[in-house]
């Protein structure tokens, strides 16, 4: 639950350079609009969330009131925006959306709070990055719908009591473990989101394809969906490397080859590794013969810091079981050694383990 989903400092300038990335890269926000559902019978996969939200949903709907806070909890470009979205879309009220870091000063929060409109979706986006005054601005505004404006400053300072409509408030996090419990408490829902198996990002890459007007083999949308490390966000962005491929090939339609040949140029491989993944189990498996290598070492080796090595590339190696952390250091797995086509010598092996 406590997962490094997030990715921090030094490793988010190479990490914004990833097309694996699992956050936005350049124009991509605004471009990437087009691709999100609207409605809950859109968003694809997850059914049991799903499944959860529709309950939730309809009650409110037939209660007549705003439903409960919601908190959405997962990694990056999993869909908790999207989700946000269509939970506003689907009870017909607006959204406000802001995040964490946006948030300065509680006063910023207080003006947001103060001019919501009835039943108004507030959307904050990394919610664990909010300021502490905000934070306990907003414990009273998610409870009792109130916000206390404070007129004046210093020893004549006063606080206005302002009473608010009811709204929802819909918070999202990749860090669920750095929320305080307080704030966690406020949440009537919470919701889990995780990483889409094969089948279900398929889906996603074909429904992807329909809105881009691209006719796409059903081959071809498994090709990508293995390539998409379990994440919309890459998968979504793939498909449209795709497209430029099959635009400037005057292509009818991709097939499985034309991803693999469009990706490859990309440096993603079938597994979805790309250059600087590779570069990591090479120097584990080539120079240090499978491990175990600190991370500094390591990190000298590909010519990275430590910190993006640890941060932007170890998470998707280690959850595929390329490569394990242990207290030497990192080992290649069997798996790692099969990847790039080497055969371990088995003193190699046993010395890793
Ligand atoms: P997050 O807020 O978790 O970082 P987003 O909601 O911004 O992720 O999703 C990233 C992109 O992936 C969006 O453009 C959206 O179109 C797409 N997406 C995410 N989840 C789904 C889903 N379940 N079905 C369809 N598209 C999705």
Known sequence: ??????????????????MVSSQPIGNEPVSDEELRPHILDGFIGQPQLK???????DAARKRET???????AGPPGLGKTTLAMIVANELEVPIRITSGPAIQHAG??????????????????????????????????????????????GPGASSIPLTLPRFTMIGATT???????????RFGFTAHLDFYPHEELEKLVE?????????????????LALRSRGTPRIANRLLRRVRDWVIVHDLSKASADDVRQALALYQIDAEGLDRLDIAVLNAIVRNFQGGPVGLNTLAAMVGEESETVETVCEPYLVREGFLIRTPKGRVATPKAWQHLGIRPNEDDVSKSF
């Open 207 to 223: 429904r992807s394809a329909g809105v881009l007007g691209l006719e796409i083999d059903r081959d071809a949308a498994h090709e």
């Open 175 to 185: 860090r669920e473990g750095m929320l305080p419990s307080p704030l966690r408490a």
């Open 51 to 57: 499944a959860q939200l529709r309950l939730f949903l």
């Open 1 to 18: 639950m406590n997962e490094p989903y997030e990715q921090v400092n030094t490793g988010a300038n190479e990490e914004s350079l990833r």
């Open 66 to 72: 705003p439903p409960d806070h919601i908190l959405l």
């Open 108 to 153: 910023d929060l207080a003006s947001i709070l103060s001019s919501l409109e009835p039943g108004e979706v507030l959307f904050v986006d990394e919610v664990h990055r909010l300021p502490r005054a905000a934070e306990e601005l907003l414990y009273i505004a998610m409870e009792d719908f109130r916000v206390d404006v404070m007129v004046g400053k």
